[in-house]
């Protein structure tokens, strides 16, 4: 697997260096003065590796998972309690829905929204079942949101640890815990946080295969969940699928059939389990009388029509709205929005140009959580405030990124970093191509922490070397010692 793993880990490097050199150039607008910049930055690195120091050398296993889990939420009640911002948007919509679905009407299922977007009416039930148990009250939507997002630390820390070592495992669950957007973002009623959980619980599910043949249908299962609550579950199978085949690919070549042949089995049953779990859902929501849409109906082809608009840089456009509106749902529109892609796609140098413009907006501006999080507040200055937090820590984020890609290029190991690696290429590659919306790298954030984790423990590891080596020279050369 050394050959793959560092044609992967080549292109990773080239990303987490695009995103850094664009996420470098953001945060000058940032700040004030380029001095006032560089001294967040340096204060960032310099914080970040003192607690990263901290828990790893001073805090037991239990230890640590105990006091930063319960410090993350901290953080993240504290938020959600002072901050009292209403649903907006998208979130608006799926929530009133929510509140008719609980009360028993369904109603809503044939509003425009639904019939173009029948695949949100898996969060939109689950957010009913949370409705039905605990009534109308927005505190306990958010309140899971923040469970949610603890158990996602939780997770992360396992698979790094998993993919890398324990230290990487502590590194990246730091960083989660602690990142801006992950905790402002437990305010909003969006899909994104269990279907982040999910898909993790999918892979950390996957990489654990050897282990136990059980794992294989649960990471169907947790995918084929995820899907339901966010539709990008097809970007995680396709990422299982082919790290599965590259997996089997030198015992195939060593005449070692018989286990190639059993893994490619256990491919077929995540495969299998994952649409079986759409099957059902799709089956139990058009039977109950809830909907008379599949959820892989709707408009297929808005998202990529949109993100190949060049005059929008693929971003949401009234222009565009406007158009898919005056045809019905269906073939008719599915037509009509073919029409308009085949014309996008046309201009080879143009589509060149808006796919490099598409990717660095995407990954290299500022995070849009602060404004999804406090819409309607009218709190500019505080939102500003939580732009110059965490653009120094995206920064630093994407510079262990660089230096993970290079450490792993150079030692060719880490099989199961390259199931996070092709996802990584399929996710970028995705948002190169659909609608594009800063908010979706939220989708994605964990799956970056994790891959920058190790490049962050190589720096510490290199720092606390330096470190040593400088004192035992000092040493030396106190004692009259040729150093």
Same mark, same amino acid.
């Given at each position: 697997?050394?050959?793959?793993?560092?044609?992967?880990?080549?292109?990773?490097? *080239?990303?987490?260096?695009?995103?850094?050199?664009?996420?470098?150039?953001?945060?000058?607008?940032?700040?004030?003065?380029?001095?006032?910049?560089?001294?967040?930055?340096?204060?960032?690195?310099?914080?970040?590796?003192?607690?990263?120091?901290?828990?790893?050398?001073?805090?037991?296993?239990?230890?640590?998972?105990?006091?930063?889990?319960?410090?993350?939420?901290? =953080?993240?009640?504290?938020?959600?309690?002072?901050?009292?911002?209403?649903?907006?948007?998208?979130?608006?919509?799926?929530?009133?829905?929510?509140?008719?679905?609980?009360?028993?009407?369904?109603?809503?299922?044939?509003?425009?929204?639904?019939?173009?977007?029948?695949?949100?009416? #898996?969060?939109?039930?689950?957010?009913?079942?949370?409705?039905?148990?605990?009534?109308?009250?927005?505190?306990?939507?958010?309140?899971?949101?923040?469970?949610?997002?603890?158990?996602?630390?939780?997770?992360?820390?396992?698979?790094?640890?998993?993919?890398?070592?324990?230290? =990487?495992?502590?590194?990246?669950?730091?960083?989660?815990?602690?990142?801006?957007?992950?905790?402002?973002? =437990?305010?909003?009623?969006?899909?994104?946080?269990?279907?982040?959980?999910?898909?993790?619980?999918? =892979?950390?599910?996957?990489?654990?295969?050897?282990?136990?043949?059980?794992?294989?249908?649960?990471?169907?299962?947790?995918?084929?969940?995820?899907?339901?609550?966010?539709?990008?579950?097809?970007?995680?199978?396709? #990422?299982?699928?082919?790290?599965?085949?590259?997996?089997?690919?030198?015992?195939?070549?060593?005449?070692?059939?018989?286990?190639?042949?059993?893994?490619?089995?256990?491919? #077929?049953?995540?495969?299998?389990?994952?649409?079986?779990?759409?099957?059902?859902?799709?089956?139990?929501?058009?039977?109950?009388?809830?909907?008379?849409?599949?959820?892989?109906?709707?408009?297929?082809?808005?998202?990529?029509?949109?993100?190949?608009?060049?005059?929008?840089?693929?971003?949401?456009?009234?222009?565009?709205?406007?158009?898919?509106?005056?045809?019905?749902?269906?073939?008719?529109?599915?037509?009509?929005?073919?029409?308009?892609?085949?014309?996008?796609?046309?201009?080879?140098?143009?589509?060149?140009?808006?796919?490099?413009?598409?990717?660095?907006?995407?990954?290299?501006?500022?995070?849009?959580?602060?404004?999804?999080?406090?819409?309607?507040?009218?709190?500019?200055?505080?939102?500003?405030?939580?732009?110059?937090?965490?653009?120094?820590?995206?920064?630093?984020?994407?510079?262990?990124?660089?230096?993970?890609?290079?450490?792993?290029?150079?030692?060719?190991?880490?099989?199961?970093?390259? *199931?996070? *690696?092709?996802?990584?290429?399929?996710?970028?590659?995705?948002?190169?191509?659909?609608?594009?919306?800063?908010?979706?790298?939220?989708?994605?954030?964990?799956?970056?922490?994790?891959?920058?984790?190790?490049?962050?423990?190589?720096?510490?590891?290199?720092?606390? #070397?330096?470190?040593?080596?400088?004192?035992?020279?000092?040493?030396?050369?106190?004692?009259?010692?040729?150093?």
């Amino acid at each position: 697997m050394t050959f793959r793993t560092r044609i992967f880990s080549a292109a990773g490097g *080239l990303f987490f260096l695009t995103i850094f050199i664009s996420s470098f150039a953001n945060i000058w607008s940032i700040y004030d003065s380029p001095w006032t910049m560089i001294a967040a930055l340096a204060a960032t690195v310099v914080v970040t590796l003192f607690v990263v120091h901290w828990a790893i050398t001073r805090l037991s296993r239990k230890m640590f998972l105990l006091v930063f889990l319960s410090l993350g939420l901290g =953080c993240r009640v504290t938020w959600i309690l002072w901050n009292p911002a209403l649903p907006e948007s998208d979130f608006l919509f799926m929530y009133n829905a929510a509140k008719e679905a609980a009360s028993g009407s369904f109603a809503f299922s044939d509003t425009p929204y639904y019939t173009s977007f029948p695949y949100q009416l #898996g969060f939109t039930m689950y957010e009913a079942g949370v409705i039905k148990v605990f009534g109308n009250h927005l505190i306990f939507l958010k309140m899971i949101n923040v469970l949610i997002s603890i158990g996602t630390a939780v997770v992360l820390y396992l698979s790094a640890s998993k993919v890398f070592h324990e230290s =990487c495992g502590r590194i990246a669950a730091l960083v989660y815990l602690f990142y801006v957007p992950n905790i402002i973002m =437990c305010s909003v009623l969006t899909n994104q946080h269990l279907s982040v959980f999910l898909f993790l619980i999918g =892979c950390l599910f996957l990489i654990r295969g050897k282990d136990s043949i059980i794992y294989w249908p649960l990471a169907g299962l947790a995918m084929g969940l995820g899907h339901l609550m966010r539709p990008i579950g097809i970007v995680y199978l396709a #990422g299982a699928s082919l790290f599965v085949l590259l997996m089997i690919g030198q015992p195939w070549r060593d005449s070692i059939k018989k286990q190639a042949t059993a893994t490619a089995g256990k491919l #077929g049953i995540v495969i299998v389990v994952y649409y079986l779990v759409q099957l059902l859902a799709s089956t139990t929501l058009i039977s109950s009388g809830i909907t008379q849409h599949s959820l892989s109906d709707g408009d297929n082809y808005w998202k990529f029509m949109v993100g190949l608009n060049a005059e929008t840089n693929g971003a949401w456009n009234k222009e565009d709205a406007n158009y898919a509106n005056q045809f019905e749902v269906g073939e008719e529109r599915h037509q009509a929005e073919l029409v308009k892609i085949k014309e996008r796609l046309e201009d080879k140098s143009e589509l060149t140009a808006l796919l490099g413009r598409k990717l660095v907006t995407m990954w290299g501006s500022s995070d849009s959580s602060p404004y999804w999080s406090l819409q309607g507040l009218n709190q500019w200055e505080l939102e500003q405030s939580l732009h110059r937090w965490e653009g120094p820590m995206y920064v630093l984020m994407s510079a262990f990124g660089v230096m993970s890609m290079i450490a792993l290029w150079r030692s060719g190991k880490g099989n199961e970093a390259l *199931l996070y *690696l092709i996802l990584l290429l399929l996710y970028v590659g995705a948002h190169l191509l659909v609608e594009n919306q800063p908010r979706y790298r939220l989708d994605f954030v964990p799956v970056l922490i994790l891959l920058q984790s190790y490049g962050a423990y190589q720096a510490y590891s290199w720092i606390q #070397g330096r470190g040593s080596a400088v004192m035992d020279n000092r040493w030396k050369r106190e004692r009259g010692i040729d150093a």
